[in-house]
C-alpha cells in the first residue's frame, strides 16, 4: 500500500519569508499523482498544486511551487512570501493513475504558522 | 465557480442512531466520494462512486456504511448505527470529466458528526 509521509509536524515562518513543506512517498507504480491540500481553521480542503509524476517539470502556482524528486520519491512545498493567510494545516497526498476511483492516500498533515 | 457542498454543517446524534450525510457534488462531475477526518489526524479515505455503484472502499468502510445517489444531484452517506468512534468531520469530493485517477478532487467544507 501507498503511504505518505509528511515529517514536519508544525513549521512557522515569518510573514514575507520563504518555507518549505516535507512530503516523501512509497511506491511501487511508476506513473501517479501529487497533490498538497491546504486545511484552514475552517477546516475546508482546498487544492493548493498538483504534479503529474510523468512530467518532470516542477508545477507552480503564483507564490507555491513543488521540488519533486521521483527517484528520491520526495514532494516538497515551497510557499514564497509567505502571508498571514497561509496559515493552515497542509496535507501531501497521492493519488495513483490508471482506471477507476481509488481515494486520496494523505499524509498527516504539517502545520504552518506565519510570524507577523 | 461551481462547489461541493455539503449537509448539515454539524450533527449531533447518539449511539446507535441512523444518521444521513448529505453532499451535492460539482454538476458535470462523474466521480463522488466521501472521506473522514477524526480531530487531529490524518484525512482517510472512505469509498468512491462511479456510474451509480462503489468503485472502491476501504478497510474503514464496513457494513454500517453506505452510500446512495438518490437522484441527479445528491450524493449520500449512511451511517446505520453509529458508534463513538464514529465522531469524524466527514468529507465529500467529486471529481470530474476524464475519469477517476490524478484528476483534482474539490472538496465539499465537510459535516461535523458527533456521537455522544
Known amino acids: 500500500a501507498q503511504t505518505v509521509t509528511q515529517s514536519q509536524p508544525e513549521m512557522s515562518v515569518q510573514e514575507a519569508e520563504t518555507v518549505t513543506l516535507s512530503c516523501t512517498y512509497d511506491t511501487s507504480e511508476s506513473d501517479y499523482y501529487l497533490f498538497w491540500y491546504k486545511q484552514p481553521p475552517s477546516r475546508q480542503m482546498i487544492l493548493v498544486i498538483r504534479q503529474e509524476a510523468y512530467k518532470q517539470q516542477n508545477a507552480t502556482e503564483n507564490r507555491f511551487s513543488v521540488n519533486f524528486q521521483k527517484a528520491a520519491k520526495s514532494f516538497s512545498l515551497k510557499i514564497s512570501d509567505s502571508q498571514l493567510g497561509d496559515a493552515a494545516m497542509y496535507f501531501c497526498a497521492y493519488n495513483e493513475a490508471g482506471g477507476g476511483a481509488d481515494g486520496l492516500t494523505f499524509g498527516k498533515g504539517t502545520h504552518l504558522i506565519i510570524q507577523p | 465557480e461551481p462547489e461541493v457542498t455539503q449537509t448539515p454543517s454539524h450533527q449531533v446524534t447518539q449511539m446507535g442512531q441512523e444518521v444521513i450525510l448529505r453532499c451535492v457534488p460539482i454538476?458535470?462531475?462523474?466521480?463522488f466520494y466521501w472521506y473522514r477526518q477524526i480531530l487531529g489526524q490524518k484525512v482517510e479515505f472512505l469509498v468512491s462512486?462511479?456510474?451509480?455503484?462503489?468503485?472502491?472502499k476501504s478497510e474503514i468502510f464496513d457494513d454500517q456504511f453506505s452510500v446512495e445517489r438518490p437522484d441527479g444531484s445528491n450524493f449520500t452517506l449512511k451511517i446505520r448505527s453509529t458508534k463513538l468512534e464514529d465522531s469524524a468531520m466527514y468529507f465529500c469530493?467529486?471529481?470530474?470529466?476524464?475519469?477517476?485517477?490524478?484528476?483534482?478532487?474539490?472538496f465539499g467544507p465537510g459535516t461535523r458528526l458527533l456521537v455522544l
Open positions: 462512486f462511479y456510474n451509480n455503484e462503489i468503485s472502491e
Open positions: 469530493a467529486s471529481t470530474g470529466l476524464a475519469g477517476g485517477h490524478g484528476e483534482t478532487q474539490y
Open positions: 454538476s458535470n462531475h462523474l466521480y
